[in-house]
T-cell receptor, first 114, second 112 residues
Framework: DAGVIQSPRHEVTEMGQEVTLRCKPISGHDYLFWYRQTMMRGLELLIYFNNNVPIDDSGMPEDRFSAKMPNASFSTLKIQPSEPRDSAVYFC????????????FGSGTRLTVV | AQSVTQPDIHITVSEGASLELRCNYSYGATPYLFWYVQSPGQGLQLLLKYFSGDTLVQGIKGFEAEFKRSQSSFNLRKPSVHWSDAAEYFCAVASGTYKYIFGTGTRLKVLA
C-alpha cells in the first residue's frame, strides 16, 4: 500500500485566496483525521470522519474551514478565505477501527499564506 | 481533563548511548498510549502502543516503553541510539472518542 497520500506537499497562497488540501487514505481504513501542526500550538485535531461521515468537527477553528469526504478514498480540507495565521503543516491520517489501533499519517501539506 | 506532558523539549545524546524520553499523562480511565516519531519534513510514524496487559511494550526500530500506572508515565527507551534516531518524538493518549491528545514533543539530537 502507498500509505496516506496528501497533495500538494507545499502550497503558497496570498491572503484571501481559497486553498484546498487533499487526502487519500489507506484503502479499507474507516477513520480519517485532519490535524494541524504549528510551533505554537503543536498538533491539533481539526475534524475526523468515520465511514465518510463527519463525527467531530469541534477543532475546526472557524467557519472559514470546511472538510468533506465524498467517498472512502478521498477527503478535502478547504480554507476560504485564507489568512496568514492559517500557515501551518496540515496532516491527514487514517486508521482501521479508530484511534486505539494507531494512525497512519500522510507526509503533510505545508501551507504558507502571505 | 486529559493531558499529556513531555517535560523535555530537547535532548542530546551521543551515538551508542542509552535514551529515555519522558511522558506523563492525565486520564481518568486506563488510557491507550502511543509513541510516534517524526523525521524532518515527514508525517508521524507509530513506534509502539499500549492498551493493556504487559506493561513493557516493544516497538519498531529497537524502541520500548514501560507503562507505570502509579506514576502516570509511559517513558520511551532505547538501549543504544543510532544517528538515524535523530527526530522529534511525540507521546499521545487516545480518549474513548478516538481523539488523540498529543504531547508537545521532544526533539532528539544525536552526537557522532
Amino acid at each position: 500500500d502507498a500509505g496516506v497520500i496528501q497533495s500538494p506537499r507545499h502550497e503558497v497562497t496570498e491572503m484571501g485566496q481559497e486553498v484546498t488540501l487533499r487526502c487519500k487514505p489507506i484503502s479499507g481504513h474507516d477513520y480519517l483525521f485532519w490535524y494541524r501542526q504549528t510551533m505554537m500550538r503543536g498538533l491539533e485535531l481539526l475534524i475526523y470522519f468515520n465511514n465518510n461521515v463527519p463525527i467531530d468537527d469541534s477543532g475546526m477553528p472557524e467557519d472559514r474551514f470546511s472538510a468533506k469526504m465524498p467517498n472512502a478514498s478521498f477527503s478535502t480540507l478547504k480554507i476560504q478565505p485564507s489568512e496568514p495565521r492559517d500557515s501551518a503543516v496540515y496532516f491527514c491520517a487514517s486508521s482501521l477501527g479508530g484511534g486505539e489501533r494507531g494512525y497512519t499519517f500522510g507526509s503533510g501539506t505545508r501551507l504558507t499564506v502571505v | 481533563a486529559q493531558s499529556v506532558t513531555q517535560p523535555d523539549i530537547h535532548i542530546t545524546v551521543s551515538e551508542g548511548a542509552s535514551l529515555e524520553l519522558r511522558c506523563n499523562y492525565s486520564y481518568g480511565a486506563t488510557p491507550y498510549l502511543f509513541w510516534y516519531v517524526q523525521s524532518p519534513g515527514q508525517g508521524l510514524q507509530l513506534l509502539l502502543k499500549y492498551f493493556s496487559g504487559d506493561t513493557l511494550v516493544q516497538g519498531i526500530k529497537g524502541f520500548e516503553a514501560e507503562f507505570k500506572r502509579s506514576q502516570s508515565s509511559f517513558n520511551l527507551r532505547k538501549p543504544s541510539v543510532h544517528w538515524s534516531d535523530a527526530a522529534e518524538y511525540f507521546c499521545a493518549v487516545a480518549s474513548g472518542t478516538y481523539k488523540y491528545i498529543f504531547g508537545t514533543g521532544t526533539r532528539l539530537k544525536v552526537l557522532a
